[in-house]
């Protein structure tokens, strides 16, 4: 397996666009995380989901982020309008229970300008 | 959900000696506790990880030990190498939600080790 595949690696777009993310699991896990990552606040929980339904999503920051699951394979995380303060690294993991090993993507730095 | 407390925040060592980073929990439920290191600009990846029913586990340099009356667990790295630079992370599972693997991760503590 390849691992947690995340894309784009870099994003780069301009405040109030839309920006997607997008992460495929590792086959067989069956709970998702999306995390953000900044030097400020360090590692922050946004949602995450077990068997493709979400289960918390109170670190979402805003109503401008939503996330989606339509699927064991594919989630994706949407910033709609996208503001400046949303630059950071935005990690996708996934797991086959609560007792194993986490296993992140590579993340995708996003900066908004 | 409980936060985890995460000392130092950095740390400077020189090659050879040992770096100890503790972290702090409150909720006694918790039973699994893994360790993450983050190398820059790369993904934070397991180093290693202890269940509740272990005091300490050892994989060559690194080792970690559990004290769940005190709610606290430690990381040590013996005989520091260069490339043990990075940030590390201490984890808990959320006792409420262990099933579904929800982490709940410390600040990091950027280890430097200098030749």
């Known amino acids: 397996d390849a691992g947690v595949i995340q894309s784009p690696r870099h994003e780069v777009t301009e405040m109030g666009q839309e920006v997607t993310l997008r992460c495929k699991p590792i086959s067989g896990h069956n709970s998702l995380f999306w995390y953000r990552q900044t030097m400020m606040r360090g590692l922050e929980l946004l949602i995450y989901?077990?068997?493709?339904?979400?289960?918390?999503d109170s670190g979402m920051p805003e109503d401008r982020f939503s996330a989606k699951m339509p699927n064991a394979s594919f989630s994706t995380l949407k910033i709609q309008p996208s503001e400046p303060r949303d630059s950071a690294v935005y990690f996708c993991a996934s797991s086959a229970s609560g007792w194993t090993e986490a296993f992140f993507g590579q993340g995708t730095r996003l900066t908004v300008v | 959900g409980e936060n985890v407390e995460q000392h130092p925040s950095t740390l400077s060592v020189q090659e050879g000696d040992s770096a100890v980073i503790k972290c702090t929990y409150s909720?006694?439920?918790?039973?699994?506790f893994p360790w993450y290191k983050q190398e820059l600009g790369k993904r934070p990846q397991l180093i290693i990880d202890i269940r509740s029913n272990v005091g300490e586990k050892k994989d060559q340099r690194i080792a970690v030990t559990l004290n769940k009356t005190a709610k606290h667990f430690s990381l040590h790295i013996t005989e520091t190498q260069p490339e043990d630079s990075a940030v590390y992370f201490c984890a808990k599972l959320d006792s409420l939600t262990d099933s579904w693997g929800k982490l709940q991760f410390g600040a990091g503590t950027q280890v430097v080790v200098t030749p």
């Open positions: 909720d006694s439920a918790s039973n699994y």
């Open positions: 989901f077990n068997n493709n339904v979400p289960i918390d």
